[in-house]
């Protein structure tokens, strides 16, 4: 089954919600978007803000081939794949999840890939990519900081989910979420799978299961 987070993820620039500074009319990724550039980038922001979108979008509004990988998992050999693979034409662009779990040696191994322009690179990461990635593959690379979602954007994410609740359980999720859009929709999703419903002690008890889950 679909997972509640890929159902209502955002196509397009118009319905994704926050970073204003970068999707806003006249904007940066706002701007390449419409003038169809190619060029890689690092989103660095604190979880659940809309990276993976974000990247998705982008890649999305252009004719190429789109890769994804994280880096907690993936390695050298799923770089190689991507480089042998023929694409007839059509330029690569590559997500990297968690960029900053690639170490030295997997950067540099990356780094001729993206120099060469046989890979577009879009990386995403929490931590300063200035002590993470290798300053060689930086400087290929714009950097782009995205901000905590606030309560008011929190809020309009928690209603596309389409599920009703009532306002002292969405007031709950913004508080308990802290601007994580992802970890707000995983607990309306268990809540919804568990008990059925959505009210405030049905959420709470969610999030507990959540944790032991993990």
Same mark, same amino acid.
């Given at each position: 089954?679909?997972?509640?987070?890929?159902?209502?993820?955002?196509?397009?620039?118009?319905?994704?919600?926050?970073?204003?500074?970068?999707?806003?009319?006249?904007?940066?990724?706002?701007?390449?978007?419409?003038?169809? %550039?190619?060029? =890689?980038?690092?989103?660095?922001?604190?979880?659940?803000?809309?990276?993976?979108?974000?990247?998705?979008?982008?890649?999305?509004?252009?004719?190429?081939?789109?890769?994804?990988?994280?880096?907690? =998992?993936?390695?050298?050999?799923?770089?190689?794949?991507?480089?042998?693979?023929?694409?007839?034409?059509?330029?690569?662009?590559?997500?990297?999840?968690?960029? %900053?779990?690639?170490?030295?040696?997997?950067?540099?191994?990356?780094?001729? %890939?993206?120099?060469?322009?046989?890979?577009?690179?879009?990386?995403?990461?929490?931590?300063?990519?200035?002590?993470?990635?290798?300053?060689?593959?930086?400087?290929?690379?714009?950097?782009?900081?995205?901000?905590?979602?606030?309560?008011?954007?929190?809020?309009?994410?928690?209603?596309?989910?389409?599920?009703?609740?009532?306002?002292?359980?969405?007031?709950?999720?913004?508080?308990?979420?802290?601007?994580?859009?992802?970890?707000?929709?995983?607990?309306?999703?268990?809540?919804?799978?568990?008990?059925?419903?959505?009210?405030?002690?049905?959420?709470?008890?969610?999030?507990?299961?959540?944790?032991?889950?993990?």
């Amino acid at each position: 089954m679909e997972p509640l987070a890929s159902k209502i993820r955002p196509q397009s620039l118009k319905d994704f919600i926050g970073q204003e500074h970068l999707v806003g009319e006249g904007k940066p990724i706002n701007v390449a978007i419409q003038k169809k %550039h190619l060029f =890689s980038f690092i989103l660095w922001g604190p979880p659940g803000c809309g990276k993976t979108t974000l990247a998705r979008i982008y890649a999305k509004s252009l004719d190429v081939q789109y890769y994804g990988l994280s880096a907690v =998992s993936a390695g050298k050999d799923d770089i190689k794949k991507i480089v042998d693979e023929n694409t007839w034409g059509k330029s690569k662009v590559l997500f990297l999840d968690e960029i %900053h779990r690639f170490n030295k040696a997997q950067q540099d191994y990356l780094l001729p %890939h993206v120099e060469r322009g046989v890979i577009t690179l879009i990386g995403a990461t929490t931590e300063n990519p200035s002590f993470e990635v290798i300053p060689s593959l930086l400087s290929r690379c714009r950097v782009f900081v995205l901000n905590e979602l606030s309560p008011d954007e929190m809020k309009k994410i928690i209603k596309r989910v389409g599920l009703k609740l009532n306002k002292n359980a969405v007031d709950w999720l913004v508080n308990m979420a802290n601007g994580d859009a992802r970890q707000a929709i995983a607990v309306i999703e268990s809540a919804q799978q568990l008990y059925g419903n959505l009210e405030l002690d049905s959420l709470k008890n969610a999030l507990q299961s959540k944790f032991l889950r993990y």
